[in-house]
C-alpha cells in the first residue's frame, strides 16, 4: 500500500478515536478531512472533504490549483516546504559521529537521492511569501489561513 494510503487512514483513525473530546473541545473546528495530492486540486472530491492539500512546487501550479478550488468551492491548505528548502549536498552530510566517547564513521555514504533538507536564502523565502501573498490577494477566502497555521505547528 502506498504512503499516502497509510497517511489518510492513520488520520481517519486518529480523527474517529479522538471525535468524542473533540466535538466539546474548543478546537472543534479545527478538525477536518481533507485530500492530499501533491501536484494539484481534483474538483471530485470537492463534496466529500473540508479541504485540499498541495505542494507548492511552482507558481503557475499554485495559481491553477487556486483557481480549480475556487470553481469547486474548496478550501486550499499549501505546503510550502519543496520551495524553501531544498537537498543539502552529499558531500556535506555528516559521516561521522560520536559514541562511547569515541569518534566513529558511518558504514554506508549517503545516497544521492536523500531527505536531508536545508532552507535556501533568505531571499527566496522572501520572493516565495511575497508570490503567495499575492495570489491569497487574488484568491481570497481559498487558502484557509487557520488550517495552515495549524498545520505549520503540528
Not at 479545527?30 to 485530500?35: R, Y
Not at 520551495?83 to 559514541?99: F, G, R
Amino acid at each position: 500500500m502506498s504512503l499516502k494510503f497509510w497517511i489518510i487512514v492513520r488520520r481517519l483513525c486518529f480523527s474517529a478515536l479522538l471525535s468524542p473530546a473533540l466535538i466539546l473541545s474548543p478546537f472543534y473546528h479545527a478538525v477536518g478531512i481533507g485530500f492530499y495530492n501533491p501536484t494539484g486540486v481534483d474538483p471530485e472530491f470537492a463534496e466529500k472533504v473540508d479541504f485540499s492539500m498541495l505542494e507548492v512546487i511552482n507558481e503557475a501550479q499554485v495559481l491553477d490549483a487556486l483557481a480549480e478550488a475556487k470553481r469547486a468551492n474548496l478550501q486550499l491548505t499549501l505546503n510550502i516546504g519543496p520551495v524553501i528548502t531544498e537537498s543539502l549536498p552529499v558531500d556535506q552530510v555528516n559521516i561521522s559521529y560520536v559514541a562511547d566517547d569515541e569518534k566513529r564513521t558511518k558504514r554506508f555514504l549517503p545516497r544521492p537521492k536523500h531527505k536531508l533538507k536545508r532552507f535556501v536564502s533568505d531571499d527566496k523565502i522572501a520572493r516565495v511569501v511575497e508570490r503567495l501573498a499575492l495570489a491569497m490577494r487574488a484568491y481570497p477566502g481559498v487558502i484557509d489561513p487557520a488550517r495552515d497555521q495549524l498545520l505549520t505547528h503540528a
